[in-house]
């Protein structure tokens, strides 16, 4: 099932950047914990993952955001296991896209459409920095931020979202 997943990570007084860092290392332990496929075991299971991070507009919280198409897992199970990694968060977020309540699948473009828009806007939402702080310190603020992000991997795709993971698994290369 496709899912959109939102992890956070309490700020920790030590910049955006520690908290970039924390985080980013966190979220491959939680997939890999949770969704890594076994290749000896069952070959019908394809996780996968594609995740941004974000720097909340109103507090500089770092959290991410990830689309995923991989088995069910109840959110206290996730949650559960996200504040076994990180020590100190717990709140995270799932939400099922494209599926009707009795588990057939809907075509929704809206729906699919608004959880892409959600998860690719990583970084920052720069205009509501802008709304906040106005435009000088607004871009202060995001130049800052910019400096202290800088040369770390905002994005990364995880499972079958990878090409040699996708072609071992499904026997083609990736469209």
């Known amino acids: 099932n496709l899912r959109m997943t939102t992890v956070t990570k309490k700020i920790s007084g030590k910049g955006i950047r520690h908290d970039a860092q924390e985080i980013i290392k966190a979220f491959p332990k939680l997939f890999r914990s949770l969704w890594k496929e076994d290749k000896y075991k069952d070959k019908n299971h394809v996780d996968t993952a594609w995740r941004f991070l974000e720097v909340g507009a109103e507090n500089g919280m770092v959290h991410i955001h990830a689309l995923m198409w991989c ?52 970084v920052t939402d720069l205009d509501k920095v802008i709304e906040k702080f106005g435009i000088e310190q607004g871009f202060k603020r995001l130049s800052k931020q910019a400096l202290e992000l800088s040369r770390l991997r905002l994005t990364q795709r995880y499972g079958c979202a990878l090409p040699h993971v996708f072609e071992s698994r499904m026997g083609f290369k990736m469209p």
């Open 71 to 122: 088995r069910y897992k109840h959110h206290t199970e996730v949650s559960s296991r996200w504040k076994e990694i990180t020590g100190d968060s717990s709140v995270i977020d799932i939400r099922g896209i494209g599926r009707n309540g009795n588990g057939s699948w809907r075509v929704e473009k809206p729906e699919l459409s608004k959880a892409c828009k959600e998860v690719c806007k990583y």
